[in-house]
């Protein structure tokens, strides 16, 4: 399927497979409520893209603005799991999926999650991910796991938790965690940049060699356990943190 000049389009998916190509200046709106789950849809062209109901996987290389809002199984315990693969700069809204379902990123992107309240693996993705997660409140936490690039992850909501794998990035690139909540960070061999973080922070690292860690803690502190050589900067302290 085609478009072009400059034209906005509606497209409706079947449960099947399918392929959209824009053009430079085309807006293109798919609801893809009817695609199944794990059924792929390819996004191309220069169009803009706005994908709303995404059920199925996604295969991105359109290089103009991208946005993908997902969906979830309505049947009740199903637990669903939606790829995401881009070339190119993607957004994607978690939308209704839950802390049962799982994201999963791969590509360059670079990649950035609004809501995030499924676990999010981005173990392929090699591109900049920019993480908002969900305010929830809860004794579950939110699980991120990294891909290799700079990430940053901001929390939503005091009393939230957000449980990041940190293990794929790569020495000497940060990870920064921004905002409301606990943040607990296993396998660290990149640094950590909090902060501008507001909740308490612990820290596992993996031993990064001659390398180092650098950890920068926000207002207030954390716990640091070091498996190798680490440098703590706790300026932004409270006191009494």
Known sequence: ?????????????????????????????????????????????AANFTISNLLGNLENTASGKVIATLDNDSESGVRLTTSIRSTSAITVNNGALDIN??????????FTVNGLLAKLDAGKATGVTTVTAAPLVSTDSIIIV?????????????????????????DNTALTLRDSGSFTVT????????????????ISTANAGGQGVQVTLGVAGGQVNAAGPTTIDALAMANGS
Do not use: F, H, W, Y
């Open 146 to 170: 990294t891909g290799s690039a700079a990430t940053t992850v901001s929390g939503s909501a005091a009393g939230s938790r957000i449980s990041i794998d940190a293990g794929k990035i790569l």
């Open 101 to 110: 379902d799982t994201i999963i990123l791969e590509g360059v992107g670079p």
């Open 1 to 45: 399927m085609a478009a072009g000049q400059q034209r906005s389009l509606t497209v409706q998916t079947g449960a099947g497979a399918t392929q959209v190509n824009g053009s430079l200046g085309d807006t293109i709106i798919i609801d893809a409520e009817k695609l199944a789950d794990e059924v792929l849809l390819r996004t191309s062209g």
């Open 187 to 202: 396998g660290l061999q990149g640094d950590v940049i909090a902060s501008q973080a507001l909740g308490a922070i612990t």
